[in-house]
């Protein structure tokens, strides 16, 4: 399945570092998802964007800055990260909202 | 906020067993649908219910959603080992979102 990529696969770093993640979909979807996967919450919805523009923010802590340049791409910049924030970063895409998800294979971080 | 609630967190069953997850919702949903997360992998897309107590099959596996719209089971006959993973719930509410279970985790014992 390559509808949804995500880069980078995984991604180790201190808390005092700046990354960012970048999910790219071919699906011609107008929506996109950023998730939180860990063992305590196993499905977090982070950010959800509409045709572009932000239409959800679960309370997500200022230090995960979401950006959606287009409706192909979306990016996920982290910066001063707590070891807690240690998940599987998930993106998805949907036609539109409240349709069906196709997920990326996600980006497995290690904060340390 | 509306929660759609999955239970049991975990199945423990022994091959050729039978396995069923349930959601329930807090609120009437405009449909459902149930994706699977297998060990290491993120989670793909089974199936979706939109009417009131439509029953889809799938193999083995049989998915329902109840007549308020506001429940939904999936049950595996004969489970397999390639049945492993996790088994998520994801209702469709007001707001036109997806709204998430906690998924059941399906373990096969040795």
């Known amino acids: 399945e390559t509808g949804v990529t995500q880069t980078p696969r995984h991604l180790v770093m201190g808390m005092t570092n700046k990354k960012s993640l970048k999910c790219e979909q071919h699906?011609?979807?107008?929506?996109m998802y950023w998730y939180k996967q860990s063992a305590k919450k196993p499905l977090e919805l982070m950010f959800v964007?509409?045709?572009?523009?932000?239409?959800e923010n679960n309370s997500v802590p200022s230090r995960f800055s979401p950006e959606c340049p287009n409706s192909s791409h979306l990016f996920l910049h982290l910066h001063t990260l707590q070891p807690e924030d240690s998940a599987l970063y998930l993106c998805a895409s949907s036609r539109t909202g409240g349709e069906t998800q196709y997920f990326g294979p996600g980006t497995r971080l290690l904060v340390l | 906020g509306q929660q759609v609630m999955q239970i049991p967190q975990y199945q423990h069953v022994q091959e050729g067993e039978d396995f069923t997850t349930y959601c329930n919702s807090s609120?009437?949903?405009?449909?459902i649908q149930w994706y699977k997360q297998r060990p290491g992998g993120h989670p793909v897309f089974l199936i979706q219910l939109v009417k009131s107590g439509e029953v889809k099959k799938q193999k083995r596996l049989t998915f329902q959603f109840g007549e308020a719209k506001k429940n939904s089971s999936l049950h595996i006959t004969a489970t397999q080992t390639t049945d492993v993973g996790t088994y998520f719930c994801a209702g469709r509410g007001s707001n036109y979102q997806l709204i998430w279970g906690a998924g059941t985790k399906l373990i096969i014992k040795p």
């Open positions: 964007y509409s045709l572009e523009e932000r239409v």
């Open positions: 609120t009437t949903l405009s449909n």
């Open positions: 699906l011609g979807h107008n929506a």
